[in-house]
Nanobody, 126 residues
Framework: EVQFVESGGGLVQAGGSLRLSCAAS????????IGWFRQAPGKEREGVSC????????NYDDSVKGRFTISSDNAQNSVYLQMNSLQSGDTAVYYC???????????????????WGQGAQVTVSS
């Protein structure tokens, strides 16, 4: 079955860094684009970044451009999110999921429903 397991969250001071990991299984990893999403308290879940495992191309939400870097390892069926210069606004639960399209200028949206993992809590203190 399709599964996503997020890890690497934690508490960090503003300006600090964290690296999230997402282990995926249950599908042909390198044929799909994988994205990171986050949901802050009182807000809707939003797309943060995505990567096309077929060619390595990426897309980022404007709020994280220049600060976050997404990468993947097809051999490990894993995707990562290096988060630098963290701000209080980055506080959220972060999830990974397959995305429908991953192209610059397009909205990062999940392709499949019902396969969300537990997420990784990221808390940025100020």
């Amino acid at each position: 079955e399709v599964q996503f397991v997020e890890s690497g969250g934690g508490l960090v001071q503003a300006g600090g860094s964290l690296r999230l990991s997402c282990a995926a299984s249950g599908f042909t990893f390198d044929e799909y684009a994988i994205g990171w999403f986050r949901q802050a308290p009182g807000k809707e879940r939003e797309g943060v970044s995505c990567i096309n495992n077929s060619d390595g191309s990426t897309n980022y939400d404007d709020s994280v451009k220049g600060r976050f870097t997404i990468s993947s390892d097809n051999a490990q069926n894993s995707v990562y999110l290096q988060m630098n210069s963290l701000q209080s606004g980055d506080t959220a639960v972060y999830y990974c999921a397959v995305v429908f399209l991953c192209h610059e200028g397009t909205m990062i949206t999940p392709r499949w429903s019902g396969y969300w993992g537990q997420g990784a809590q990221v808390t940025v203190s100020s």
